[in-house]
């Protein structure tokens, strides 16, 4: 790295919080390495320092002191002797920084450093790791200087310079531009601040760190919304003062996941409004992260929360129907029948549906009139017709016998089992307008070729789960045990967790007992949402889950749908890659 390249980071820049420590633990448990720098004032590129002090402490008490000059290997300016009082002449029989780093990490080990305005020291000790050859270690760091920000108001302190803070903590040490005397005044001041914390409902490392970042002061007025709640899967409220439901999410560990919403990570503006107007959390314990998902879905289309943006109003589903009658058309409707027999879906909005059928007029000699048809009386043609587009059922230029045969059957077929005639056809027209160079009426077919294959692909997905009356599956938990699941019609019906060691047979049994009675219904989501299912499959689908047991054997057809999924994907990324050459 060169200071050329080098570019100054922010504390939010400095990467993950590290490794080691435990963030939810208490601050007068917490190992501290306080550091400070003295370096030569240029950019970090990897040298540049000339001496280092680190302090470690914990609970207020010193456990160890690290100090040592350095040898920069470069001149020094005469700006920074007069600043530090460090000479050419004291550094010549320093080390170098290469054969101080390793002591240096090793005093470091997996405590937390502090640093006055942490980014500059953090980033020449970084520079210098990756010079050379040394692993950060990535601990997590606490900014003095940010801490004082938000602890003292401008009334108690001008500014937040190490010297002015040390002065009002009445340091026992003065900073004087010593690494180890300003090491340990910064010391001191982190116990000062510390003690202020307390007044804030800050008692843990990691509210300590999230506190010291740029929070709102509406965050952190509602940081106490988030005590409290359980460390477990499941799902959680944000509610008004009326106890309506604002949003409501899900999360693997509930206590952690509400608690971001208070940090400076969070930064959706709809989310800032939403806590504006939260009053409590309310915290619903889930067996495992899948019931957990469900929950979340099943509560979200009950209250449509006003500030969640996904899953809501399933009921809104479309529907893409062949209709009845000897020359049947394709409807867009919002419920299927049991009468209906030929039907694909379910959409989730109107464009989507419109779209497949476009490409299902593009493959198949199907009418697009809306006009009721009659075997009797002939009804004038449209313009389709004269355009070979349509076969004109209405003047009765085709037998009900043949249209069926080809125009209506495939349909059928496609949606039930083989979409093969209606991919060959859209294929073969992609070819031809790419052939004639008429490549913007050949994306449309493509993007036409996609909403087909992707709403067959998923309804016989979702059709070859919901037609099983009950089936159980198990997924490896992470403590031991085994996470269950019993899904009927495609429904959770009841989930649980078996202890570890334990053989699971016993516990699916009491979730059999308790589970919800699922009623048989009529299309491939007849009892949930095709949201909720598919979040099943995708827990049914990954390779740790296990099958227990199954009232019906789980299966797709061998022609189906889903031996187009390669295709499939290669449509989406190629209509992807139109959207984003088009947008400006």
């Known amino acids: 790295m060169t200071a050329g390249e080098y570019v100054q980071e922010t504390l939010a820049g400095l990467g993950p919080a590290g490794e080691g420590t435990d963030p939810d633990l208490p601050l007068h448990a917490v190992t501290f390495v306080v550091v400070d720098l003295e370096t030569t004032g240029g950019a970090p590129d990897g040298g540049g320092i000339t001496e280092i002090g680190a302090v470690k402490v914990r609970g207020g008490e010193e456990l160890g002191v690290l100090g040592t000059l350095v040898n920069p290997g470069q001149p020094i300016p005469a700006f920074i002797t007069v600043l530090t009082g460090i000479t050419e002449a004291m550094l010549l029989p320093a080390p170098p920084i290469e054969a101080v780093l390793p002591s240096f990490l090793e005093f470091l080990a997996d405590a937390v450093l502090v640093a006055h305005n942490a980014p500059y020291d953090v980033g020449f000790l970084k520079a210098a790791c990756a010079k050379h050859g040394h692993r950060w270690p990535n601990p997590r760091v606490l900014d003095t200087a940010a801490l004082a920000r938000r602890v003292l108001t401008r009334d108690e302190v001008p500014n937040r310079k190490l010297g002015t803070l040390a002065a009002y903590f009445?340091?026992?040490?003065?900073?004087?531009?010593?690494?180890?005397?300003?090491?340990?005044?910064?010391?001191?001041?982190?116990?000062?601040?510390?003690?202020?914390?307390?007044?804030?409902?800050?008692?843990?490392?990691?509210?300590?760190?999230?506190?010291?970042?740029?929070v709102t002061p509406t965050q952190r007025r509602k940081r106490y919304l988030a005590d409290g709640l359980p460390k477990a899967p499941g799902v959680y409220i944000f509610r008004a003062a009326d106890d309506r439901?604002?949003?409501?999410?899900?999360?693997?560990?509930?206590?952690?996941?509400?608690?971001?919403?208070?940090?400076?990570?969070?930064?959706?503006?709809?989310?800032?409004?939403?806590?504006?107007?939260?009053?409590?959390?309310?915290?619903?314990?889930?067996?495992?992260?899948?019931?957990?998902?469900?929950?979340?879905?099943?509560?979200?289309?009950?209250?449509?929360?006003?500030?969640?943006?996904?899953?809501?109003?399933?009921?809104?589903?479309?529907?893409?129907?062949?209709?009845?009658?000897?020359?049947?058309?394709?409807?867009?409707?919002?419920?299927?029948?049991?009468?209906?027999?030929?039907?694909?879906?379910?959409?989730?909005?109107?464009?989507?549906?419109?779209?497949?059928?476009?490409?299902?007029?593009?493959?198949?000699?199907?009418?697009?009139?809306?006009?009721?048809?009659?075997?009797?009386?002939?009804?004038?043609?449209?313009?389709?017709?004269?355009?070979?587009?349509?076969?004109?059922?209405?003047?009765?230029?085709?037998?009900p016998e043949e249209y069926d045969h080809r125009a209506a059957a495939p349909f059928r077929s496609a949606t039930a089992a083989d979409p093969q005639p209606v991919v060959d056809a859209l294929l073969a027209r992609i070819e031809a307008l790419a052939g004639a160079q008429r490549y913007e009426e050949a994306a449309v077919v493509r993007a036409r070729l996609a909403a087909v294959l992707r709403a067959t692909v998923r309804m016989q997905r979702l059709a070859g789960l919901t037609r099983i009356a009950e089936l159980a599956a198990a997924h490896p938990a992470p403590g031991g045990g085994w996470q269950l699941a019993l899904v009927r019609h495609g429904r959770l019906a009841g989930a649980g967790v078996s202890p570890p060691g334990v053989h699971p047979r016993p516990t699916l049994q009491v979730i059999r007992a308790t589970a919800e009675t699922v009623s048989p219904g009529h299309g491939p989501v007849p009892a949930a949402t095709a949201e909720e299912t598919e979040r099943i499959l995708s827990w049914l689908e990954r390779p740790e889950t296990r099958l227990v047991e199954s009232s019906a054997g789980w299966s797709s057809p061998v022609a189906g749908a889903a031996r187009f999924r390669a295709l499939l994907t290669k449509a989406d990324q190629a209509v992807s890659a139109q959207l984003s050459t088009e947008r400006p």
């Open 245 to 399: 439901p604002l949003y409501v999410g899900t999360s693997g560990d509930i206590a952690t996941r509400v608690r971001s919403y208070f940090t400076a990570a969070e930064k959706r503006a709809r989310m800032s409004e939403m806590l504006a107007a939260a009053e409590r959390v309310e915290a619903v314990e889930c067996a495992h992260p899948l019931e957990a998902e469900v929950r979340e879905l099943r509560l979200i289309a009950a209250h449509a929360p006003p500030y969640n943006r996904r899953s809501k109003f399933p009921e809104r589903m479309l529907w893409l129907k062949l209709t009845d009658g000897p020359y049947p058309r394709l409807s867009v409707v919002r419920e299927i029948g049991p009468a209906d027999v030929a039907y694909l879906g379910p959409f989730g909005s109107r464009r989507a549906a419109e779209l497949a059928a476009a490409g299902f007029h593009d493959a198949l000699p199907l009418r697009q009139c809306t006009h009721r048809l009659s075997l009797r009386t002939v009804t004038p043609a449209c313009a389709l017709a004269e355009l070979g587009r349509c076969p004109a059922p209405c003047e009765h230029r085709i037998t």
């Open 170 to 214: 009445r340091t026992a040490t003065q900073p004087n531009h010593r690494a180890l005397d300003d090491a340990r005044a910064t010391v001191d001041v982190l116990h000062g601040l510390i003690g202020r914390l307390g007044g804030h409902r800050v008692h843990t490392l990691g509210e300590a760190i999230e506190f010291a970042r740029a």
